[in-house]
């Protein structure tokens, strides 16, 4: 079987109910062709629908049994999961 390339997301400086529709699309047709990555470098705020997506996201592509990775995270999303309790939820998906 031939090996699909990640599809890559990247994240936006201010990830806010404006931005959620966006981001949900391109995480469906991303999840929907194989692996993911997602790029969240820029992160400077986050919501906690946001958080919830991405959670969402990553059991989506569990169940089509592709990875689902967040690399590069920033501090701010960093501490906004640990500020929800949300650690052991994202702890297999960050890199970086």
Do not use: C, W
Request: charged fraction near 25%.
């Amino acid at each position: 079987m031939v090996s699909k390339a990640k599809k890559p997301i990247v994240l936006p400086a201010i990830i806010d109910l404006d931005s959620l529709d966006g981001i949900r699309d391109g995480l469906i047709d991303a999840i929907e062709e194989g692996p993911v990555t997602v790029t969240a470098g820029a992160v400077e705020r986050v919501s906690t629908n946001a958080l919830f997506m991405l959670i969402s996201a990553a059991e989506a592509a569990r169940r089509n049994h592709y990875e689902f990775a967040i690399e590069q995270p920033s501090a701010a999303l960093t501490s906004a999961i640990e500020r929800l309790g949300l650690d052991a939820q994202f702890s297999g998906m960050m890199r970086g």
